[in-house]
């Protein structure tokens, strides 16, 4: 394996927008800038990083034919393409590190097909638009970004991991949450490879790396009559134990327990009213049939329900836009020197690490959990608000969660395998060793496809 | 506290049929006896000890007025009553120790209203029979025994704890599985009581011993597409830990998974073709959208699909009728001297315990396993088949287990606390108290009131 590295330097951008025909094409700097771009600014570490990163030319194709048509003036010219959906990563995932094409899928974004537990779909359609068709039929997709309204299930397959309904059905990785892909290669000839089973892990979570996903599909979750609710506690463990306790809660259906040590709380402004001073509080969407026993759990708890919205009020999951990494956003807007950790603690139900951390840290790391299931087990991961004063400690603290077996996704890396993953894996770099021969798909993402060209 | 236990030796019972008026009522004594048992007899030692019980008089309201007649009536002569729904119990719940009325309500079977999530019923109505009217609407019940085409909702709270369903929501006991009960007294004035959250905890698997159960709220679980498919395994070991690890794949939604040791799959005469000798089998209801995925575990595991049912023609859930006890039907039609066992193995995920009994025993207690949640984890439930000698040695199996962690649900025993529970519920016992004070409800059942006595 001999990748080559690109040389589209010498690229006549206009020339090559022109040999696309009528593909949708954008030159203009501004726009150009703005769809390199998407949530990096969360870290320090990215923003400097990736501040002047920027692609040469937009295209948006409408249909897989365009897509292959784009591969193919790619592969021809040796032009490096990054695939692009709403642009709601927080890694720089869709930022071009070497410029060239922005393939920008949200033309792309029918709804092919609808089964019951089951869609196909195109990778540019929004989450919340699979929802408002599936829905009516009883079906959901089963876990969603807080970015939801406006992010796309390609973006999320090809950049995400999991969020609001992950303590259902567990992640993205998981088997069973991702049944097939169809990709664009970027060989000599482009052609359309479809994954199945085992086979899509190829390509999921691989920042699109490696093939161009231009068609998914995607099982989907009963659409519980979803309620919204707030519970708030006088501290921050027994409101971790709440959340602890009502994920394992078997007869009651959760899909979101978000839990927010105090002053967080103080972040999220259009909440004000629900959130009194010095409470820790945790945000939950459980199915609004649920809501009598979880009353009950709540008061064994000594929880006080401050805010509750039966299904009907509750379109368009509001305060989910509060959880996940949307309490960053809201975080950042009052104090832009916050950052933030991915900390997936191990399955314990005593919450010992937890609790450790959380004292240890104090101020300096907020805590913030995002409950899930992992392997059947639930358990914390924390997208704690740290205090960022320089790389050095951010390290430290990265470390000592590290040390102490908790697992940090380093949210401050647009490399794939120092993130979340931190080994290469094999299938994916032989996968792109077959589909993306000239090393053009996101160049500079994957480690171990750049360790293999040395 | 000074109950009083029942003198109705004395009663005139075509007199006390009279005294009802216009309410169903049934003297035949080939009749009575018959309504007066349950499937007892898996169990030696309840064959023995209950054989020749039977109730005098069987009374079959069709409305909650007549209930509160016939429990006027019962008061008035201090005449034991015995609640009976389809008599499929195993331990002898519903067979009256003491003679008296056995009261029938099974013609009580409304489904008064369905709401997404949630049902009210009244206790007669067959667990098939609900799910055919609330399917339609995308929703059945959460869990259901194997015997679910013939037993009733009633029947199965007041003597069930959990059954297919179980490993996505838990058992009966867990909070939210049970939302509200409607109880008629045995009080001087007999009067309806609507319990609600925590409360029907006070009545739940109380066998009918502290109030007549006359309408339920049940919350109700997505009716996905499932599918039937049975896998088999060269060993045991690998088909136990192939089911633990389907039950905690957060993104495969299962229904059932029930795993038999061999020779166990020899008994179930109706699916010899899909069960090859010397094989272990694990019979599964997943949903059929989830199928793909299961595929690609069972490769995982070295195993083979033998057999495989879409939704479409799975109606009726006729493979959930060789698993939990009906499993012990086929073995017991086939070996009469069988019988059983109910083990609750700790959580682990290694399966060390389990994989030591199964070694210890041998041929001596035949493995059958069910998965279900329990506090969120995934555990196999033993339906052990034991080869009964002697019930000394079927005390000592027991004790065995119990030594060694795992918890046994006595199935040799008609007395409320010596099966699962283990101790006295105090809030049932001061809830039979209140509703109860003459003792006629299921007398000899409930420790706590026979000890309160004394």
């Known amino acids: ?114 089964k019951p537990g089951l869609a196909c779909v195109e990778p540019g359609a929004r989450l919340a638009a699979i929802d408002r068709i599936t829905r009516p039929q009883g079906w959901e997709i089963r876990m969603a970004p807080s970015t939801y309204r406006t992010a796309t299930i390609g973006g999320f397959i090809a950049g995400g991991s999991g969020g609001i309904g992950s303590v259902r059905y567990g992640q993205l990785r998981d088997r069973g949450n991702l049944h097939a892909l169809r990709v664009v290669t970027l060989e000599d000839e482009p052609r359309v490879i479809e994954l199945r089973g085992d086979a899509v892990q190829q390509v999921n979570h691989a920042y699109g790396t490696n093939g161009i996903i231009t ?26 134990r709440f959340g602890q306790r009502l994920g394992s809660s078997d007869g009651i259906i959760s899909k979101l327990i978000s839990v927010h040590a105090w002053p967080i709380p103080s972040y999220f402004a259009a909440l004000q009213t629900a959130l009194p001073a010095e409470q820790s509080a945790v945000l939950l969407i459980v199915s609004e049939s649920c809501l009598e026993p979880l009353g009950e759990l709540v008061k064994e708890f000594g929880g006080t329900i401050t805010a509750e919205k039966g299904a009907a009020d509750s379109k368009g999951s509001a305060l989910g836009e509060f959880t996940w990494n949307h309490t960053t956003l809201h ?61 050095e400690r951010l390290d430290e603290i990265i470390r000592y969660h590290e040390d102490r077996g908790a697992f940090i996704a380093n949210p401050h890396t647009c490399i794939l395998e120092d993130g979340g993953r931190k080994r290469v894996d094999r299938g994916q770099l032989a996968f792109k060793a077959k589909v993306d021969p000239y090393g053009l798909m996101n160049p500079g993402k994957m480690r171990g496809w750049m360790e293999g060209s040395e």
């Open 1 to 114: 394996m001999t990748p080559q590295t690109s040389t589209h330097t010498a690229i006549n951008w206009d020339a090559f927008a022109t040999e696309l025909g009528d593909i949708e094409t954008i030159r203009d700097p501004i726009q150009v800038a703005k769809l390199s771009k998407d949530y990096y600014y969360f870290s320090p570490i990215l923003k400097t990083a990736l501040d002047d990163k920027t692609g040469d030319l937009v295209v948006r194709p409408k249909t897989e034919a365009e897509v292959l048509q784009v591969a193919r003036a790619c592969v021809a010219n040796r032009v490096p393409l990054t695939v692009r959906g709403a642009g709601t990563g927080n890694y720089g995932q869709a930022i071009p590190l070497e410029g060239g094409v922005i393939l920008d899928l949200t033309a792309m974004n029918a709804v092919k097909w609808v």
């Open 215 to 240: 068609e998914l599909e995607i099982p989907l979750g009963a659409a519980y009559p979803w309620a919204e609710v707030i519970v708030t506690f006088e501290d921050f463990m027994t409101a971790s």
């Open 331 to 391: 975080a950042r807007n009052v104090d832009p020197s916050l950052t933030y950790l991915q900390t997936l603690f191990p399955y314990d139900p005593e919450l010992k690490l937890l609790e450790e951390m959380y004292h240890h840290f104090g101020n300096e790391v907020m805590m913030h959990l995002e409950f899930l299931r992992v392997q059947g087990n639930i358990v914390p991961a924390g997208l704690q608000l740290v205090r960022f004063s320089t790389p």
